[in-house]
């Protein structure tokens, strides 16, 4: 498999089989990153529109400024980091990262992406390193299992009716197979059928706000611990996403600027 390259500080292990590792550090956003959001940002809330960018920032705000100092806004902001770096290497959204009726992130998976001919199911976990116990590896293996309950366990919501919703936009432009498999997913949970979590490509994703002293991820020590969390996880392809980011003021700063 091979990925486009990208203007993050970033370390990418190959486990072979299709499975990686990949570890992107954040401690600023400079002029090479910022100039990718500014390039990104529309497609990646609103698709192929013709937004421009002063106004989906303030879709943006409006959305993040009531939830200001919650989980909920931590979490959205290392999500969209998350689509950032996925479609920078190369992955296609076939979503919306805001949500269709209420202008909030949507609901169902956190992403559903196709790349070349594969499709890949995003979970972005995140947490600040100020809170007790918080690990790369625990935010790991709580996407993974948020994963495994939305893919075979019995979510409130129908995941792949969502996911369908989203790909059937026209400024997502997803392909019609794509689309056809989506729903003939929906349409077999709606059913009660769930599906095997073994016979999907996953990407489970964790993010750290440092929201302090700044500290590199130590690869060295992480990577063998997910090796090994691997081991107990099902999927056809793996590929976990791990981020060390300052804080969420970075993303604020560039909102408001």
Not at 7 to 27: A, K, S, T
Request: aromatic share 12%.
């Amino acid at each position: 498999m091979s990925f486009q390259g990208n203007v993050f500080d970033f370390e990418r292990i190959n486990l072979g089989n299709g499975n990686y590792l990949h570890f992107i550090n954040i401690p600023t956003l400079n002029d090479d990153i910022t100039s990718r959001i500014d390039a990104s940002i529309v497609s990646i809330c609103e698709g192929a529109t013709d937004t421009d960018i002063p106004t989906i920032k303030q879709r943006l705000i409006a959305f993040l400024l009531p939830k200001k100092g919650s989980t909920t806004e931590m979490g959205a902001i290392a999500e969209f980091f998350g689509h950032l770096y996925l479609t920078e290497i190369g992955f296609k959204q076939e979503f919306l990262f805001l949500n269709l009726e209420e202008g909030s992130i949507k609901k169902g998976f956190d992403g559903y992406y196709s790349l070349k001919e594969e499709a890949w199911i995003y979970e972005s976990k995140s947490g600040s390193m100020a809170t007790a116990n918080a690990s790369h590896e625990s935010k790991v293996s709580l996407a993974y299992s948020d994963l495994k309950d939305k893919i075979s366990g019995n979510p409130a919501n129908n995941p792949w009716q969502n996911a369908y919703n989203h790909a059937s936009l026209v400024d997502v432009g997803t392909a019609e197979s794509i689309r056809q498999n989506l729903k003939a997913l929906a349409r077999a949970f709606t059913l009660g059928t769930r599906q095997d979590i073994a016979s999907f490509n996953i990407i489970p994703g964790s993010t750290l706000f440092l929201e302090g002293e700044w500290s590199d991820i130590d690869v060295g020590d992480l990577a063998p611990k997910l090796e090994q969390l691997m081991k107990s996880f099902s999927f056809s392809k793996i590929q976990i996403i791990c981020v060390n980011k300052a804080s969420t003021d970075l993303f604020w700063k560039y909102l408001e600027g």
